[in-house]
């Protein structure tokens, strides 16, 4: 579908875009478009006026502060991510892998994060990574973990007039381990379930542990009672049984039915943990 007339409007800096934001009405964020102009042009979104933060160089690129925390800028491509000497090899290996050249070229963390669908690769990630999200309004900053950021299906924190500029990861213990497994319905599609690990082991016995499913809830799930299992086991492969039996409240859709879901959100988690204490012991 042809786009109705729209006004397009170009700021320099992360402060003129909530100027922006907030003196026109109607207008929300343009960053890689991968999604918002498929909306527009399936007529899902009808703002009056595009705010493009794409080209501000302050959103753009990856810098380390002096305690080891990755700053990212939230209109940084997954192209750049997977090409970072600075990110973790988890996030530059999903923004690597994800969909096509067309969407890396294109597509931007900040995007990804304030979407928020739920079957998008890094809000499970990033909350597995403990991750903070910079938001700026015209009444200031605020810094939100990812349980106060992710609200829901398609919702997060980040309010009309709002701009996400950074997403900030902090340093990885090097005992860290972390990895992800996902099935999804075709080579470039949907997720059907995704699972992320992240374990800290000391001489082969688990110290620390993140679990998150994507893709079964409306934001990335945590799981605390198989964290809690896993702290203080040994490193081994039967960890993975902690997956056994996974209880998560998820739903129905055109893909496949929950209890499908259910059951390869397990498969994925007992993946993701073996994988994760494979890497633990290398
Ligand atoms: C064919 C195809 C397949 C895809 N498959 C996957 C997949 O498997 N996994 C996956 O994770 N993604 C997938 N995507 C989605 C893609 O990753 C999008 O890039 C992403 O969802 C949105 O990022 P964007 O930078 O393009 O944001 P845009 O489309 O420009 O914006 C998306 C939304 O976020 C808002 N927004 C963007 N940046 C900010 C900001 N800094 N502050 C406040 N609001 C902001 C916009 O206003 C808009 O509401 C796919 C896309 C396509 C076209």
Not at 87 to 95: D, K, L, R, S
């Amino acid at each position: 579908m042809i786009l109705p007339p729209i006004r397009y409007l170009r700021p320099d800096t992360p402060a003129d875009a909530v100027a922006l934001l907030s003196e026109v009405d109607d207008s929300v964020v343009l960053a890689g478009g991968q999604t918002l102009l498929n909306m527009l042009k399936l007529d899902l979104a009808q703002p009056a006026a595009l705010v493009d933060v794409h080209r501000i160089d302050a959103l753009r690129g990856v810098s380390q502060t002096e305690d080891g925390t990755l700053i990212v800028g939230a209109a940084t491509t997954y192209a750049a991510l997977a090409s970072s000497a600075e990110v973790y090899p988890a996030v530059a290996q999903m923004a690597a892998g994800l969909v096509d050249r067309q969407v890396r070229n294109r597509g931007t963390i900040g995007g990804n994060c304030c979407l928020n669908d739920p079957t998008n690769n890094f809000p499970p990630l990033l909350t597995a990574l403990d991750a903070r999200f910079r938001v700026l309004g015209a009444s200031g900053e605020r810094v939100l973990r990812a349980d106060e950021f992710f609200l829901g299906t398609l919702a997060t924190a980040v309010g009309r007039g709002e701009l996400l500029t950074s997403v900030e990861i902090p340093a990885l213990s090097p005992n860290s381990v972390v990895a992800h497994e996902h099935l999804q319905v075709g080579a470039d599609s949907w997720a059907i379930a995704r699972a992320i690990v992240r374990l800290d082991v000391t001489d082969g016995i688990v110290t620390d542990a993140r679990v998150v499913l994507g893709a079964v809830y409306g934001s990335p799930l945590r799981l605390p009672e198989i964290e809690r299992l896993l702290v203080g086991a040994q490193a081994t492969p039967e960890l993975a049984d902690a997956a056994r039996g996974l209880e998560v409240d998820t739903a129905d859709d055109v893909h496949c039915s929950a209890a499908y879901r259910r059951e390869m959100a397990e498969v994925q988690l007992r993946r993701a943990l073996r994988a994760a204490v494979e890497r633990s012991t290398r």
